[in-house]
Every structure is written in C-alpha cells, then in structure tokens.
C-alpha cells in the first residue's frame, strides 16, 4: 500500500511537470525589485524579456550579480507591450494603471503579495514557481531555504535579546509581517510586536526610548541621502540611544520583499547577533 502510495504521489508531481513545461511562459518581464528576484532566481536568461531599472542595484536587489547584461524596462504599459512579453510580474499593490491596460489587452500578469509568516512565504514561492512553469525548481529552493532556517533556529542562543526594526520616518513592523518572522526566525523578539503593533506601521522616538531595546537595527537608510524621512536617524535621542546599545544596518536587499530568499535575512541576522 505504501509503495502504491509513493507511486500515485510521483505520478501527480511528474504531471505537475510536464503541466508546467506545457505552459511555461517564455518572455517574462518584471515591473520592480520584488518580481526581479523571482524571476533572477527561478528562470534561465534566455526566458527574460526585461527586469526593473533596481534589478542590478546591489543595495536593493540580492541577485545583482546575474541581472547585469539583461534589458531593463521603466515600466510603461507602451515599452512593456513592445516587448511582448507572455507574462509581466508586479507587485499587487503598485502599477495599477499600468497592469490594467496589460491585462485589457490580454497580457497575463502575475501580482506578487506580501506575506507575512513563512508558511506565507513558502505558499507564496510555490505559486510563482507553478505560474513560471518551475515548479520543481521551486520546490528545491524551498527545502534549501527552510534546511537553512531549521539549523540557524537550533543554534539560536536560549535567551532572546529584544530587537527593534527601524526605517526612515520611524517606520518598523510589527506583527504580521515577515520581519518579524525573520526575528523569530533569527532568536530575536521583536519590540514593537510586544507592543501590539501591527504590520507596517510607526514607532515614535518616545516609545523607542521608553522601551530601551537590547538591539537596534536599521535598514533602507542611504548614506548620502538627505531627506525629512532621514532625518529620524540623526535626533539627539536617538544618537544617545544607539551609543548605548548595538546595532547595525541590515542591507535593504535582505529583505526587500517576502520569498524564499528570506533565509538570507535570517542568517545575516543571526550573524550579527553571534557578533
């Protein structure tokens, strides 16, 4: 019975292949940084039709490197059109206008979410493995992410040190975002979770300093960029607090978005806390 089962099982993935080589799209273009690693990671050059202008950025996008050489697109329903792709990636909640037109003119489009857990975030990688036509890939990048993540958790130290996310304006997450399922992840809590805060949302600096977390950690400041939002970083209370207690700027192409990649993330994180 057991060997029946195993069987029926490989059929149904064997299925599930030729299903995806059937339909694979072979033009694919993305419409930012998000879409960018899905595709960098999941398909072969030859079936890239164009990526975001930040594809190659190796402050926003972690698979920089293999972004050189492809053509890029500032996103224009016209200039995606001229490329005619057979599938255009994007996030859900950006291009409206643009995803609109493509999809009124019968272009398929793939909206990407933002998970939250990683159950989210391997849900999430399975669809867009399955809309690539990649799903054996996908299952593969899958199992080594969370291999990753498993060891990085049994090595995480018994006592958890608080940390908390902070991004130009003041602006962290809470819970229900991936990070702080990254800090979990990593053996961290998560201040603003303890605070009941939800999601993307806003830490004053009286809270922030009221609370005196063990660990600060910044990201999506850029060095050289002047600008209202910035400027959080760079009051009194703020400088007092970070001379007192570690921190450090996890680079924003870490966690630019929520996909498999997340294990990156975690393992940064884990790193600077061993140090």
């Not at 050059?45 to 698979?63: E, G, K, V």
Request: net charge positive.
């Amino acid at each position: 019975m057991a060997a029946v089962s195993r069987l029926l099982a490989l059929a149904a993935i064997l299925a599930a292949m030729a299903g995806d080589a059937m339909a694979a799209p072979r033009r694919i273009a993305s419409l930012g940084v998000c879409a960018d690693q899905y595709i960098l990671g999941m398909v072969e050059r030859d079936r890239i039709a164009a990526l975001s202008r930040d594809a190659a950025n190796p402050s926003l996008s972690l698979y920089h490197e293999a972004a050189r050489g492809l053509p890029v697109t500032g996103g224009s329903a016209e200039e995606l059109l001229a490329l005619r792709p057979d599938l255009v990636v994007a996030n859900r909640w950006g291009n409206t206008k643009t995803l609109a037109i493509l999809e009124r003119l019968g272009v398929p489009v793939l909206r990407l979410t933002l998970p939250a857990t990683f159950e989210d975030v391997m849900a999430e990688t399975r669809r867009v493995a399955a809309a690539f036509g990649e799903t054996a890939r996908g299952e593969r990048l899958i199992a080594d992410a969370e291999a990753r993540i498993d060891a990085i958790a049994r090595h995480a130290a018994t006592k958890r040190p608080e940390a908390v996310y902070i991004m130009p304006g003041g602006h962290t997450a809470g819970r229900e975002s991936f990070v702080n399922t990254v800090f979990a992840a990593a053996g961290v809590g998560n201040m603003a979770a303890r605070l009941g805060k939800v999601g993307w949302t806003s830490l004053s600096l009286e809270e922030l300093v009221a609370e005196d977390p063990d660990l600060l950690v910044f990201s999506f400041f850029r060095p050289g960029i002047h600008s209202l939002a910035s400027r959080y970083r760079h009051h009194g209370l703020l400088i007092r607090l970070a001379a007192r207690k570690p921190g450090f700027d996890m680079p924003e192409r870490y966690w630019v978005c929520g996909g498999w990649f997340l294990h990156e993330a975690v393992a940064r994180l884990a790193e600077e806390l061993r140090r």
